[in-house]
């Protein structure tokens, strides 16, 4: 899969021909076989997804019995967008390629776990990378380190094996673990990116990091009357 779209016709025509409309039909004939190859790899992230999200599955069914309750609320997926693939190479000045791709980027395949209570999220991530088959690259603490706008989630890149046809491939994913009102925050800032061009864009983003720290003490409290409720022997129930 080494091949390269460096210079800066090829990187326009990919993008435009290529991403822009996938139907192969109005691919380049110099580009099909760039073509075929983006839409293996595209296959193959989409498999690791759902390997992964089977056993996130197979687990929180697992803990509805164990515990009487699912600590897994939702789970959101997604295979990173070509034209954002493109643009992250690009604004890492790494080579745009499909080789480049698959070493260089750990989020194409992207999974999203949303959990009831902080206390969820660290029992499902350990259960997870217990698993032999799953190896983990990294983890990012984003609950007892929060970054400085008051992002708070759980990350981790892992490697799952998928079994083709012909050979088995390690596949990296992403995988993001928050609380429902970490991913209400998160989803509405993400929708709020303009304040950078405001004049009081300062003070937005002030605001918003109260918003943040409002709702990590209200998942805190939360967390804490769930506690009381079953220390007095009551199961708390979906």
């Known amino acids: ?3 390269s779209m460096t210079s800066n016709n090829s990187y326009n025509e990919f993008t435009r021909s290529l991403l822009g409309n996938p139907d192969m039909a109005v691919v380049p004939e110099s580009l099909v076989h760039v073509g075929r190859q983006f839409q293996q ?11 992964v999200k089977t056993k996130l599955e197979v687990l929180n069914d697992e803990l509805s019995v164990r515990n009487q309750r699912n600590p897994i609320e939702m789970i959101k ?5 070509p034209d954002s693939i493109i643009e992250k190479l690009h604004r890492r000045g790494l080579p745009i390629s499909l080789e480049s791709v698959v070493n260089n980027l750990d989020d194409v395949a992207g999974i999203r776990v949303i959990c009831s209570f902080i206390d ?14 799953i190896h983990v690259i990294a983890i990012k603490d984003y609950l007892k380190h929060p970054k400085s706008n008051g992002y708070r989630s759980y990350h981790m890149i892992i490697e799952v094996p998928v079994f083709f046809s012909d050979r088995k491939k390690p596949m990296r994913v992403e995988v993001q673990i928050r609380t429902i009102a970490m991913d209400f925050w998160a989803s509405l800032d993400h929708q709020l990116k303009y304040k950078k061009e405001l004049v009081d864009g300062t003070d937005i983003s002030m605001e918003l990091k109260r918003c943040a720290d409002v709702i990590a003490q209200t998942d805190e409290k939360m967390l804490d009357i769930r506690k009381r409720i079953e220390a007095q022997g009551v199961t708390v129930k979906d």
Do not use: G, P
Request: proline share 0%; aromatic share 10%.
């Open 1 to 3: 899969m080494n091949v």
């Open 41 to 51: 790899i595209m296959m193959m992230y989409t498999c690791a997804i759902r390997e």
């Open 77 to 81: 997926f997604r295979v990173k967008k």
């Open 120 to 133: 969820d999220i660290y029992e499902v991530a350990d259960m997870l990378i217990r698993q032999d088959d």
